[in-house]
């Protein structure tokens, strides 16, 4: 994945924290997912083990066909942890 696609993510999920239109919120949700499922192949592919775990739970929480339905106030913190770890790994992911 190249690193701007990874930054551009990191941004979103960062902006998500303020009252957005609900079209946001699943475009943000296909692009994390799509972001963290390749995170996660990645890194499984290098057989890393933590990493892919956090990855893959990522990329479940914010699948856009099976949507968790959770209040606002839950997905601010899932939002900030998601891009922060995001750019915190960024190297691993990155291509």
């Given at each position: ?30 692009v ?13 592919s ?5 990493l ?16 968790i ?27």
């Open positions: 994945m190249p690193l701007p696609v990874v930054y551009i993510t990191a941004a979103l999920l960062y902006l998500a924290i303020f009252p957005l239109p609900p079209g946001y919120y699943e475009l943000l949700r296909i994390a997912s799509g972001t963290f499922a390749w995170g996660a192949y990645q890194n499984f290098q057989k890393k083990l933590l892919p775990l956090a990855y893959s739970l990522f990329a479940i929480v914010f699948n856009p066909v099976s949507e339905a959770l209040a606002k106030e839950l997905w601010i913190p899932i939002d900030l942890l998601a891009a922060t770890v995001l750019l915190l790994t960024k190297d691993h992911i990155a291509e």
